[in-house]
């Protein structure tokens, strides 16, 4: 399986006035094409801090990072906004879908970056939703769909560019139980696919959707074998 | 990619309809103001010199205060003068103020002119019906007369004067033409005046000398050359004495006149530009809420791939159609009100292709230069720190 993430020693700290709070030390990780990752943590244990460095939003202070056989470190801005378009696509806790787009809109923003012509984006986000089981919805606006479907629209945005990783920051934790189990559901079969997946949670019961949990505390990784 | 930020940016804009037209609001009062004001200054510039050149860009007039010894020109004085270069003729005026009587009825404190032949000749539109003054008239001091409008209306109301006679100062004159009734400008105006050849006028008003003249040019380009001439015949008539004389130039004033003006509209577009500023000002507030607003937006916007340039260019893209929007109605209300204003003073209107570019290039670069910096900063924006503003 081919490498898509290769974190070597990376270190990252926030500096408030004089001191400083060193968020993650030293950590590495590698994330091979195809697996069903998930980072598993208490609050404040640095995961939001990982998933920022992964998705390229923001730099490590220290070590090596590689995506998709990048070094991050080299790039700028303009090239991190290619890298974040083309590599990453991300799902948020609080879906951040913007409330004056309709649902097809939402989904088509990441092709307008991507430099796709209107009538291939609107095809390819139509076979998105189709695909979250939301074709039906496509006119609605955010305020007109529940939350559940609302994450829907997310991971279908997230995905439209067929990104290298499919990363989610907690996509359950504004959703209740069922429909919490309904979007591990999709992502299992999102993975079956083979679309290569990083799960961010601070729940023990979400993250045995993943075939691969790894813990993190202060800022430290540690790996758990599961069945 | 631009197609994608104008429309993004068009429906910003209708999204915040009040907000937007309230912004916009700067930028159109100042282009209105823009427009009306140099319109109207240009269109009153434009008729006022449209008169002046009436009353004849292409002609020099020499006023004689005199000399004791000398009190105005004769007749070989103009004969040397019609001899210069660049002269089309010379047109002597005598002028007097008596009664005339026409049936019985008197008419009080005309003015009675002397003319000559050329007076004529170089602006055929004073004629209405009859014939001007020719040599014949002027070689034999004929007791014919040429009248005003005003003449007609008072005394020959109701039939045509031609043929008829006319009582100037106690003498029988025959009238030969009539004037056509001249518009505007008082001061070239004949509609109160009798016409005589100007021999007859020295003789029957007791002139002896010519105290004003108007020589006309073939080359106005060439007056101030044609004016040193002039002096060349003048000086030495009047035996070199000072202030004998003026010589007045209708070409030099028409352009004194007109720089005047153009510089009347510049100031005037500076205060109006002024304004513009201040709506650029608002503008620029405006996009600074509306970043601030849109901090998440912009954020999850550049984490699924915006670029900072592209962020840049939605936000000044954004600006541009804000001001172009507000410089288009005020460049349309402007001319409202430059329309009317023109139709109440009675004064040309038009509005010039240079004026309405000036207007929208003058918004959109205020669009520019305001939105820049906003946009700037928007493309600045740390994506966590404005994901996490949510
Ligand atoms: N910009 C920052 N400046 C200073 N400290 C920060 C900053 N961002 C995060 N931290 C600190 O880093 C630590 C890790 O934060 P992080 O957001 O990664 O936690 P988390 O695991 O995502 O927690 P949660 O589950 O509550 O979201 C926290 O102690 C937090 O206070
Ligand atoms: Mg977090």
């Known amino acids: 399986m081919a490498e898509v993430l290769n974190m070597q020693n990376i270190s990252k700290s926030y500096y408030m006035g004089e001191e400083e709070l060193e968020v993650l030390s030293k950590v590495n990780l590698t994330v091979n094409s195809g697996e069903f990752l998930s980072l598993l943590g208490p609050s404040g244990s640095g995961k939001s801090t990982m998933m920022n460095?992964?998705?390229?939003?923001?730099?490590?202070?220290?070590?090596?990072?590689?995506?998709?056989?990048n070094d991050i470190e080299d790039l700028d801005e303009t090239e991190l906004a290619f890298i974040r378009n083309k590599e990453i696509g991300f799902v948020f806790q609080s879906f951040q879908l913007l409330p004056r787009l309709s649902a097809l809109q939402n989904v088509e923003l990441p092709l307008i970056y991507a430099g796709v012509s209107s009538a291939e984006r609107k095809e390819r986000s139509l076979n998105m939703l189709d695909r979250v089981g939301l074709v039906d919805k496509t006119k609605n606006l955010p305020t007109q769909l529940s939350g559940g479907?609302?994450?829907?629209?997310?991971?279908?945005?997230?995905?439209?560019?067929?990104?290298?990783?499919?990363?989610?920051?907690?996509?359950?934790?504004?959703?209740?139980?069922?429909?919490?189990?309904?979007?591990?559901?999709?992502?299992?079969e999102l993975n079956h696919d083979g679309r290569t997946i990083i799960m961010i949670t601070h729940d023990i019961g979400i993250a045995r959707h993943a075939k691969r949990v790894v813990n993190i505390l202060d800022g430290h990784l540690s790996e758990q074998e599961v069945q | 990619m631009l197609l994608e930020s104008i429309?993004?940016?068009?429906?910003?804009?209708?999204?915040?309809?009040?907000?937007?037209?309230?912004?916009?609001?700067?930028?159109?009062?100042?282009?209105?103001?823009?427009?009306?004001?140099?319109?109207?200054?240009?269109?009153?510039?434009?008729?006022?010199?449209d008169q002046v050149t009436e009353l004849g860009a292409n002609k020099i007039t020499v006023n004689v205060m005199g000399t004791p010894l000398k009190?105005?020109?004769?007749?070989?004085?103009?004969?040397?003068?019609s001899e210069?270069?660049?002269?089309?003729?010379?047109?002597?005026?005598?002028?007097?103020?008596?009664?005339?009587?026409?049936e019985g009825k008197l008419m009080e404190n005309v003015t009675v002119q002397g003319k000559n032949d050329v007076y004529f000749n170089m602006d055929t539109s004073l004629l209405k019906t009859g014939r001007p003054i020719n040599i014949l008239d002027l070689n034999s001091k004929n007791q014919v007369v040429i009248i005003g409008s005003d003449i007609i209306k008072e005394l020959y109301y109701g039939v045509d004067p031609i043929g008829?006679?006319?009582?100037?100062?106690?003498?029988?004159?025959?009238?030969?033409?009539?004037?056509n009734p001249s518009s505007g400008f008082s001061m070239g105006s004949n509609n109160e005046s009798v016409i005589i050849p100007y021999t007859t006028a020295m003789r029957s008003l007791g002139v002896k000398d010519i105290s004003s003249l108007d020589v006309f040019l073939e080359d106005t380009a060439l007056a101030d050359d044609t004016v040193t001439d002039l002096k060349g015949v003048l000086n030495p008539a009047f035996n070199y004495k000072d202030n004998a004389y003026t010589i007045f130039n209708m070409g030099d004033m028409i352009e004194s006149f007109e720089s005047m003006m153009s510089m009347m509209s510049l100031l005037l577009a500076g205060i109006a530009a002024i304004s513009l500023v201040v709506g650029g000002i608002g503008i620029m507030n405006m996009m600074l809420v509306s970043i601030t607003e849109r901090t998440m937006e912009i954020g999850l916007r550049k984490a699924l791939g915006a670029t900072p340039k592209r962020i840049q260019l939605q936000f000044v893209i954004e600006s541009i159609f804000l001001s172009l929007v507000g410089g288009l109605i005020g460049l349309v209300l402007g001319g409202l009100i430059a329309y009317t204003a023109a139709a109440l003073?009675?004064?040309g209107f038009s509005l010039s292709i240079a004026t309405i570019l000036l207007a929208v290039g003058f918004s959109g670069l205020v669009g520019i230069v305001f939105g820049y910096m906003p946009a700037r900063k928007a493309s600045q924006l740390n994506p966590i720190d404005a994901l996490r503003s949510l």
């Open chain 2, 345 to 347: 003073i009675g004064i």
């Open chain 1, 53 to 69: 460095i992964i998705g390229c939003l923001d730099m490590p202070t220290s070590g090596k990072y590689l995506l998709s056989g």
């Open chain 1, 149 to 188: 479907q609302q994450q829907r629209v997310a991971i279908a945005r997230a995905l439209v560019t067929e990104p290298t990783i499919l990363l989610a920051d907690e996509p359950t934790g504004a959703l209740d139980q069922k429909t919490g189990a309904q979007v591990m559901e999709l992502f299992e």
């Open chain 2, 71 to 81: 009190q105005g020109l004769n007749q070989e004085d103009m004969l040397n003068i």
């Open chain 2, 164 to 179: 008829k006679d006319l009582v100037i100062n106690g003498t029988s004159y025959t009238v030969i033409g009539t004037l």
């Open chain 2, 84 to 102: 210069e270069e660049n002269i089309k003729g010379v047109s002597p005026t005598i002028s007097g103020k008596t009664g005339i009587i026409y």
């Open chain 2, 7 to 49: 429309k993004m940016s068009y429906e910003n804009i209708v999204r915040n309809k009040l907000r937007s037209f309230l912004t916009m609001l700067g930028i159109v009062i100042g282009v209105a103001s823009i427009i009306a004001l140099i319109t109207i200054v240009q269109g009153a510039t434009n008729s006022i010199s």
